[in-house]
């Protein structure tokens, strides 16, 4: 990790301390889907939400570039943040044929995900990421395509909530359709390894 992602992670860090401070680890949960039933066109599909500039942004508009996509939650203790800085440094790791790769965060917990909680943190993740929220349905409808389940957990004398979620980061080819996934725990070297054979 260089010095800007340390300084990135710890920006971060102080942004979601406070969950960290709970260190509940609820994504490796029974909501896992089984790897080997992740195959073909059935994870991907049409969705609709908004980007953290407040754009309306469909799944055809990244047609023609690779895409990394991760669903989960801005106030994620650090399953998500690893996920998300995972990836950035696994597109530094690829050098320019990472302009190729369009990173993707989704949020599902639009209840306090708003778009300007999304600018603040897809900013302070990594300039190259865009953050993905919306109405519940919309999430919904999005997180369904890629089977991605979630619901929310409070823990024990906590006044919030957590979000329990699937933790997968899927690539997908520039035709829309998945190609590989990754999980937060995938070492971003491992996650390069993988889109240096796919993206060319
Ligand atoms: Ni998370």
Redesign the pocket.
Known sequence: MDILKTIRFIALGAIVGLGAAWGYHF?QGANMPDPASLAGDAIGGPYELIDQNGTTRRDTDFRGKFVMIYF??TF?????PT?LLGMAQALDDIGPSADRVQPIFVSIDPDRDTVAQMKSYVEAVDPRLIGLTGSAAQVASAAKAYRVFYRKVTPPGMSDYL?D?T?LIYLMGPDGKYLDHFSHETPPDKIAEKLRRHVR
Do not use: E, N, T
């Open positions: 994504w989960g939650f994620c203790p650090d399953a998500c996920a979000m979620h933790s």
